[in-house]
């Protein structure tokens, strides 16, 4: 009988976790969307560079750069998650050289509401400020 009590709830116990939602689902669905660029930051003197995008379209495991609403790169990305919440968004490909200084190092996210920035943790510290598009 105990023997049975026991696979009985080891059975619940594995179902029961199998079922909940990861907390990784809900931080990937708030960074799905269109955020346009606002300034770009870091370098040698801080000051940035002129982006050569003004926009960034995140998908499910997919982003684009965009330049007056057109794609002008499609690359594939991951999130790599510190205690179940994604905080850098690793570029995974690139069909060509990335533009600009939007490169293949991992990026440290922030994201806060309709904001989101991405921070290069290596090199040249670039920052990439959004905030959401409002359709």
């Given amino acids: 009988m105990k023997n049975t009590i026991f696979i009985f709830l080891m ?7 199998a079922c ?3 907390s990784n689902t809900q931080e990937t669905n708030e960074l799905i969307g269109t955020w346009d660029l606002i300034k770009v930051t870091g370098g040698f003197s801080g ?3 002129p982006a ?6 995140i998908k499910t495991s ?3 750069l965009l ?8 690359g594939a990305y991951t999130l790599k998650p510190t205690t179940g919440t994604p905080d850098s968004f690793k570029i995974s490909s690139s069909v060509q050289p990335i533009i600009d200084g939007f490169s293949n190092y991992d990026k440290t996210i922030s994201l806060s509401k309709d904001n989101l920035v991405l921070s290069d943790p290596c090199c040249d510290l670039y920052t990439y400020e959004f905030t959401r598009t409002k359709d």
């Fill in 11 to 17: 059975l619940a116990s594995l179902t029961w976790t």
């Fill in 20 to 22: 909940e939602k990861s």
């Fill in 47 to 49: 000051a940035g560079y």
């Fill in 52 to 57: 050569k995008f003004d926009a960034l379209r």
């Fill in 62 to 64: 997919e982003f684009e």
């Fill in 67 to 74: 330049k007056a609403k057109s794609s002008i790169y499609t």
